[in-house]
C-alpha cells in the first residue's frame, strides 16, 4: 500500500511548523543564556567603574603635569548616562520580569538567574519573549560598555602640561589685617636676603600663621624686583603618619608630584632624584608644618642647592632648638584694631564704622532714600549698641584670627540683638558649653590645648592648671607663681630651699611659654591666654577626678561660694570680686589655697573664718581692707606663703602668728605694719620676708636709745633659714640708716651663704592725702606708682585700677541694707565703675573708676535714687544743678610715675593741696619729712591700690640686684 503525498494544504501547514519552531528555539535559547550574560554585563561595569576611579588618582597625582580637557567631560558625562541605563533599562526590567521585588540597586545574579530558570518553555507567555529580547539588549548594551572602557586612557582624557612656577592655594586676603601684612613684607625681604635660606615662623595655634604662608606663595606668581624662581613648592605636613620614614616618603612623593616625576623611583631613589632635581634649580619650599624628628637631608632638600630657601611654618615648638635656621619670626595674636577689622570685614564685608545701613530698620527708610545712622537717635542708639558688643567679642576672642573667623562666621548668620546678647554671655564664661567648642576654629584650639597639655609632666600639667586660678588678662608675677608652685609642692626640689624653687621653676616656665600655654607679657611677669584658660579651667588637676578649684573673679561676678563649693574646693580664687564678707566658719578641710586679692570691701574677717582649714598652704589677700587678722589664723598649721602687702589698715599683726611655723614667705609691705614684729623672729621657717620700714616708729620709747634698727640681737639665729629679705625704706632713708641697715645685714650673711638683701628707696611724692600720724609726729608715705616697663594697656575687668582712674564721692539717700545692695548693683552695671564703697552712717558713695559723674547720677535716678555730689548745694525746687557741683567736685586722678597731682573744679594743682568740701591746707615741708631716691619697682602688679584709700607702697615683689640696679644688695 502506497502512502498518498499530501496535499496542498498539508504541505502548506507542514511549512509553517517548520518556520515557527526555530524561531521559538531561538528565543529560548536567549532566555537561558540570559542569567550568565547578565553576570558579564555586571562584571564589565564594576570594571568600568574601577577604571575610572584609577583614571582620576592618577590625574589628581599629576595634577601639576597632566590637565582635563573636553574628552574628559565627555567620558564622564558617557559614564554617568551608561550607569543610570544599566540601571534603569537593565536590572530594575530584570527584577521586575521575574518577579522580584525592588530592594534597592543591589540584588544578587544567583537569585535573578533562578527565577529565570521556570520561563524557558513557557512559549505562550509574553514574559517569555521580553526575557528574550532583554538578552539580546545585555548582549548589546555589554559590547558598549567594553568598548568606553577600552576608550578611556589617561592620554584620551588629560592633555600634558609644564610645571608652573606656582600652584595657587586658597587663602584669606591680609589687607584687613595689617599686622600680618607687615610679617609677610618681612618674609618677602627675607627671600631677597641670599644668606638666609632657612626661615621659621612660629607662634601659637589659630594664629595665621598657615594663611601668611599662602598668600605668600600667591603673591609669588609675580616675583618682586630682584627674586627669580622656578619652582614655589607647596608641602602640608602629614600629620596622621606617626613614623618618620612614612613622613618623609610622603613628603618626597608630593615634591616629586610638583615637579612631574612621580613614578620614576622608589625607595631610598627618591631623594637623590629630588636633590638632582633642585641641585641648579632656583625654588622655595613651603612647609605648613615640620617635625623635629626628621631632616631636610633626608628628604633630598641640601645645603648644597646654593639658590634653594625653606620657609617652615612651626607647629612643634620643639623645632626651633634641633631646626638650624637662619631667621626665625614669631606671629603675635592680633592687636584690638586689627582683630575687629577682621571681625568687621567677615560680619559686613566693610568696615563696621560706617554708615551701618544693616542695622536701619526697613520701616525708617524709604525706597532709594539713605538715612544716616547719626541723624537718628534710635539708629544712633542701636548702632552704639552693636559697636559694644562687637567689641566685647572680639575682646573674649584673644587675638585669635582663626578663633575670630569661626565665631563672625556664626554671628554673621543671625545678626538679632539676643543672639549676639547670648553669644557675649556665652564667651565670657570662664568655662565655654561644648556647643561653643565645636565651632571649627575653637575646636582647633581645643585640639592644640590638649597637645601641649599633653606634652607635660604631671608637675608640669599641675603648674598650668594652678595659672588659671588668676583672671583673665591678669599679669601674673613670676616669682609669686612660683612661689606659690612652691608650696603647693609642684616643684621638684631636692633641697627645699627657695633659690632651687626658683630655678626649678624658671625651667617649667620655659617650657610653658615654648608651648605657648603661657606668654610673657613684661619682663618679670606672664599672662595666660584667654581661651587656654577656660580650657585649663575645665580639667580636673591630676589625680583628682573632677574639677575642684573654683574661680569667681571680676567685678561682675557674684563671689560668694555656696556651703557644699567651700566644702569640694581645694583651691578658690575670688580675685576682684566685690566681695563684702566671708562665710563665718567654711568647712573646707582639702583646701590648699585661697586668693582673696583686690577686695577692698572686704574689711573684716570673722574669728572662727581659718579654723577648718589647716591643710591651707597658700593665703593672699593683698590689697584688702581688712584691719585686723582674726586669732583663728593659728590655725593654718600648713601655710607657707601669706601675702597682705598693701593691706593698708593693717596696723598689726596678731600673737597667734607665731604658731606658723612652716611660713616660708611673708610680705606685709605696704602696710601700716611700719617696724618689723617681734613675733617674726619666731617664723623658724621663714625663707622670704618684705616689709616697708618707717624710722620714726621703730622706737615706741624714744627716751630709751636701742643699739639695733630693726632686727634685735641673735635674730640671724632663729631666722637661719632666711634667704630673701626685701625692705622699703619709707622714711629717713639718709646714708647713716642705709649703713646700719646693711650693717645688721652682715649677721644673717653670715648665718647663711645664700641669704639675699634687697633695699628699696623710692621716689616719693609728699601728698596730704598719705599723711599719716605716728606717735603724734606727721610721716608722709608714698603715692601709688608703676614704672613704664611694667605699665599694660588697661581693659574692662582687669585686676586692678586703670591709671586713670578717678574717685568720685556722692551723696544718695540709704535708708538700709537693701537700699545699699540696689546701689551697688545699679552703680557696678555702669561701663567703667571699677569699685563702690558706701557709707550707710554718711549717705556716702565713694565710685572708683573711669566715668563720668553725670552718669552716675542719671543711673541712679533712673533706679529711682536721688544722688548729688558731695558738697553740692541743692538748686531750687529741689532740683540739683550739675554745674555747681562739679565746682565743688573733687577727684583724685592717679598717674603713673612722679607727676601725682590733684584735680579740684577742673583745675590741676600740686601736690600738697588736698582735702574735701573746699578745705585745703598747707603740707609740711618735704625736706623735713622724706628724702627721694629714684628707684624702679619690679615684680609688682600695675597699681593695685583702689583710690578712695592710700596705700604707703604699692609693691608686690622685688627683685634681685641684677634686676635692679638702684638697690643695695648683700649677698
Not at 555589554?142 to 568598548?147: D, G, L, R, S
Not at 631677597?192 to 599662602?214: A, F, S, W, Y
Not at 603661657?518 to 577656660?534: D, G, N, Q, T, W
Amino acid at each position: 500500500m502506497s502512502v498518498p503525498k499530501p496535499g496542498p494544504s498539508v504541505s502548506a501547514a507542514h511549512g509553517t511548523s517548520a518556520d515557527v519552531f526555530p524561531h521559538k528555539n531561538h528565543r529560548r535559547r536567549h532566555v537561558i543564556d540570559l542569567p550568565h550574560n547578565f553576570k558579564t554585563l555586571k562584571d564589565q561595569v564594576d570594571s568600568l567603574r574601577a577604571h575610572w576611579k584609577v583614571i582620576s588618582d592618577d590625574i589628581n597625582h599629576q595634577s601639576a603635569t597632566r590637565q582635563r580637557n573636553d574628552n574628559h567631560a565627555a567620558c564622564h558625562s558617557e559614564i554617568e548616562w551608561i550607569l543610570k541605563y544599566y540601571q534603569e533599562n537593565i536590572v530594575n526590567r530584570y527584577k521586575k520580569l521575574v518577579g522580584i521585588e525592588s530592594g534597592g540597586n543591589q540584588t544578587p545574579v544567583h537569585e535573578l538567574s533562578a527565577a529565570s530558570k521556570g520561563w524557558k518553555n513557557k512559549f505562550r507567555n509574553p514574559t517569555f519573549y521580553k526575557l528574550a529580547r532583554l538578552d539580546k539588549d545585555v548582549l548589546k548594551f555589554a559590547t558598549e560598555v567594553t568598548n568606553l572602557e577600552n576608550k578611556i586612557t589617561l592620554e584620551h582624557v588629560t592633555s600634558t602640561i609644564n610645571p608652573g612656577i606656582v600652584v595657587t592655594q586658597s587663602a584669606q586676603e591680609l589687607t584687613h589685617v595689617p599686622s600680618h601684612e607687615a610679617v609677610l613684607e618681612i618674609l618677602e625681604d627675607c627671600l631677597c636676603d641670599r644668606g638666609c635660606k632657612r626661615i621659621i615662623i612660629h607662634g601659637e595655634p589659630q594664629v595665621g600663621k598657615t594663611n601668611i604662608l599662602r598668600n605668600l606663595n600667591n603673591r609669588l606668581v609675580q616675583c618682586p624686583p630682584g627674586l627669580e624662581l622656578d619652582y614655589v613648592i607647596w608641602v602640608t605636613f602629614p600629620t596622621h603618619l606617626l613614623e618618620p620614614e612614612d613622613i618623609i616618603t610622603d613628603i618626597q612623593d608630593k615634591i616629586l608630584q610638583r615637579l612631574g616625576l612621580n613614578g620614576q623611583s622608589s625607595g631610598s631613589g627618591k631623594k637623590v632624584v629630588i636633590s638632582r632635581a633642585l641641585h641648579e634649580k632656583s625654588y622655595l619650599l613651603l612647609f605648613d608644618g615640620f617635625s623635629s624628628s626628621i631632616e631636610l637631608e633626608d628628604i633630598g632638600i641640601s645645603e648644597e642647592h646654593v639658590h634653594g630657601k625653606v620657609i617652615i611654618e612651626a607647629k612643634d615648638p620643639y623645632l626651633l632648638r634641633n631646626f638650624p635656621f637662619d631667621k626665625a619670626i614669631k606671629l603675635e595674636r592680633l592687636p584690638p584694631q586689627d582683630s575687629r577689622k577682621l571681625f568687621d570685614k567677615i560680619i559686613y564685608d566693610e568696615t563696621f564704622c560706617g554708615q551701618k545701613a544693616d542695622l536701619i530698620p526697613k520701616e525708617l527708610g524709604l525706597p532709594g532714600v539713605t538715612i544716616s545712622a547719626a541723624g537718628h537717635p534710635r539708629i544712633f542708639n542701636r548702632v552704639q549698641h552693636w559697636e559694644k558688643n562687637a567689641d566685647l567679642i572680639v575682646k573674649e576672642l584673644g587675638g585669635l584670627p582663626g578663633v575670630i573667623t569661626s565665631v563672625a562666621g556664626q554671628l554673621k548668620i543671625n545678626k538679632r540683638k539676643q543672639y549676639w546678647e547670648d553669644m557675649i554671655r556665652r564667651l565670657k564664661a570662664d568655662i565655654w558649653d561644648n556647643n561653643l567648642l565645636e565651632l571649627a576654629g575653637l575646636a582647633g584650639v581645643k585640639l592644640a590645648f590638649d597637645t601641649a597639655y599633653s606634652k607635660l609632666k604631671e608637675n608640669e600639667r599641675k603648674c598650668i592648671l594652678y595659672a588659671a586660678l588668676f583672671p583673665k588678662d591678669f599679669t601674673i608675677p613670676i616669682d609669686i607663681l612660683v612661689e606659690c608652685w612652691k608650696a603647693e609642692e609642684f616643684l621638684w626640689c631636692p633641697i627645699p630651699t627657695l633659690s632651687h624653687a626658683r630655678r626649678e621653676g624658671a625651667c617649667v616656665l620655659k617650657q610653658l611659654i615654648e608651648l605657648n600655654l603661657l606668654e610673657k607679657c613684661f619682663e618679670h611677669h606672664v599672662k595666660m591666654p584667654i581661651i587656654y584658660r577656660r580650657l585649663a579651667l575645665e580639667t580636673p588637676f591630676p589625680g583628682e577626678k573632677n574639677a575642684t578649684s573654683f574661680v569667681r573673679s571680676g567685678p561682675e561676678i557674684d563671689g560668694h561660694l555656696k556651703d557644699e563649693e567651700w566644702e569640694m574646693a581645694r583651691r578658690v580664687s575670688l580675685i576682684q570680686s566685690q566681695l563684702e564678707e566671708l562665710p563665718v566658719s567654711p568647712k573646707c578641710e582639702g583646701m590648699s589655697t585661697l586668693f582673696l586679692q583686690f577686695n577692698p570691701n572686704l574689711t573684716s574677717i570673722e574669728e572662727p573664718f581659718f579654723r577648718r582649714m589647716q591643710n591651707l598652704r597658700v593665703l593672699d589677700l593683698h590689697s584688702k581692707g581688712i584691719k585686723l587678722l582674726p586669732p583663728s589664723i593659728s590655725y593654718l598649721m600648713s601655710l607657707r606663703s601669706l601675702y597682705l602687702n598693701n593691706c593698708c589698715d593693717l596696723t598689726v599683726l596678731p600673737p597667734e602668728i607665731v604658731k606658723l611655723k612652716k611660713l616660708e614667705v611673708l610680705d606685709i609691705r605696704g602696710t601700716s605694719i611700719h617696724c618689723l614684729p617681734e613675733e617674726i623672729s619666731s617664723l623658724f621657717g621663714l625663707r622670704c620676708l618684705r616689709f616697708s620700714f618707717v624710722l620714726e616708729a621703730c622706737n615706741p620709747n624714744p627716751e630709751i636709745e636701742r643699739t639695733w634698727l630693726i632686727f634685735s640681737p641673735g635674730t640671724a639665729d632663729q631666722l637661719d633659714k632666711l634667704e630673701e629679705l626685701t625692705i622699703v625704706l619709707v622714711n629717713g632713708s639718709n646714708d647713716g640708716i642705709v649703713d646700719r641697715i646693711k650693717a645688721e645685714m652682715l649677721e644673717f650673711e653670715n648665718k647663711n651663704n645664700q641669704f639675699k638683701f634687697i633695699l628699696h628707696r623710692l621716689s616719693q611724692s609728699v601728698d596730704q592725702g598719705n599723711l599719716v600720724q605716728l606717735k603724734g609726729k606727721a610721716v608722709y608715705l608714698p603715692n601709688p606708682s608703676v614704672t613704664a616697663s611694667h605699665a599694660h594697656e588697661p581693659t574692662t575687668g582687669n585686676q586692678s585700677p586703670r591709671s586713670d582712674n578717678k574717685s568720685c564721692v556722692l551723696r544718695v539717700n540709704i535708708h538700709c541694707e537693701g537700699c545699699k545692695k540696689k546701689i551697688r548693683k545699679t552703680l557696678l552695671k555702669i561701663d567703667g565703675v571699677y569699685a563702690v564703697k558706701i557709707d550707710v552712717d554718711q549717705q556716702k558713695v565713694t565710685v572708683t573708676g573711669n566715668v563720668d559723674p553725670a552718669t552716675l547720677i542719671k543711673k541712679l535716678a533712673t533706679a529711682g535714687r536721688h544722688a548729688e555730689l558731695w558738697g553740692a548745694q541743692k538748686g531750687g525746687s529741689g532740683a540739683f544743678n550739675l554745674n555747681n557741683q562739679f565746682k565743688n567736685m573733687q577727684i583724685d586722678n592717679f598717674k603713673g610715675g612722679e607727676d601725682n597731682t590733684r584735680w579740684e573744679g577742673g583745675n590741676k594743682k600740686k601736690p600738697g593741696r588736698g582735702g574735701s568740701g573746699g578745705d585745703n591746707k598747707k603740707n609740711e615741708s618735704k625736706d623735713d619729712a622724706v628724702r627721694d631716691y629714684p628707684a624702679p619697682m619690679p615684680y609688682q602688679y600695675p597699681p593695685p591700690v583702689p583710690v578712695y584709700y592710700t596705700a604707703p607702697v604699692p609693691a608686690y615683689y622685688a627683685g634681685s640686684a641684677e634686676e635692679n640696679p638702684n638697690a643695695c644688695v648683700i649677698c
